[in-house]
């Protein structure tokens, strides 16, 4: 019973094996539900299409920082226009990037903004990117009052501080393959410190492969080895850390069982 909260399955590196990785996730590592996110035009579309074709897909859409400058207010309004459909759940992933130079900040913070608005309009959860953006997101998220729809920091990287603030804004945090690495001190303490009920496991695949396939290509059955380094981390059965994990994310979602 486990739910990876942050996938992108629609990735080229999967082409050719994407039946086969899904399958696998289902039958070898026990992934029973898995939330694709769309991050630009191309994504969304295919994330939809996922969403359509399995019944334990569901879909996050959104559009990523990196390429704010590319986002028109067409875009947002086609973005809105998705959320009827019955297996969009959350708006992203959104947020700050301030590593990869491709879209000023200005545009950054403006298209971050709209979607967080979108967002308390249609009472939806929003999964929020941040890459060396801490307190520009933590404020940003204050100031667009984000508290009244929450959502999830997806592969948090911050320090117990920041998370904190994050908790107290209605925010879970998503933990992925970071937490395995040997010498990932923050994301470990993090991991024993979250409440229970406010965590999220994810594979953020093909990317942040977790140990012992780190610098590989990451797959969406391998939160399998994230939970169970969470659990070891904790001191818990892996089975029950799935489960509460598998309930936060359907909390979240507004997922119901037998949707």
Same mark, same amino acid.
């Given at each position: ?175 992925? +393959? ?79 069982? +037998?949707?």
């Amino acid at each position: 019973m486990l739910f990876d909260s942050h996938a992108h399955l629609n990735d080229s590196q999967f082409e050719g094996e994407r039946e086969e990785v899904i399958r696998r996730a289902r039958e070898e590592y026990g992934v029973s539900r898995i939330l694709n996110v769309g991050f630009d035009r191309e994504t969304i579309q295919d994330t939809l299409k996922l969403a359509d074709s399995y019944d334990f897909i569901y879909a996050a859409v959104g559009w990523h920082p990196v390429d704010a400058i590319d986002c028109t207010e067409e875009d947002l309004d086609w973005i809105e226009e998705l959320t009827d459909h019955p297996k969009v759940v959350a708006l992203g992933e959104m947020g700050l990037d301030y590593h990869w130079d491709k879209s000023p900040k200005g545009i950054q913070e403006s298209v971050f903004r709209q979607q967080i608005r979108l967002a308390r309009e249609l009472n939806l959860p929003i999964i929020i990117h941040n890459r060396e953006a801490d307190e520009d997101v933590v404020r940003l998220l204050r100031e667009e009052k984000a508290e009244e729809v929450g959502g999830v920091m997806h592969c948090f990287g911050g320090d117990w501080e920041m998370a904190q603030e994050c908790l107290d804004m209605n925010f879970m945090i998503g933990l992925g +393959g970071p937490v395995t690495f040997k010498n990932a001190r923050q994301p470990k303490e993090i991991a024993k410190r979250v409440p229970i009920d406010r965590l999220l496991v994810e594979t953020d695949c093909p990317y942040l492969a977790p140990h012992p396939n780190r610098g590989k290509r990451n797959e969406t059955g391998y939160v399998r080895l994230v939970a169970e380094k969470i659990a070891e981390l904790r001191e818990m059965p892996l089975e029950e850390l799935a489960r509460h994990t598998y309930q936060n994310a359907n909390r979240l979602f507004q997922i119901e069982d +037998g949707q």
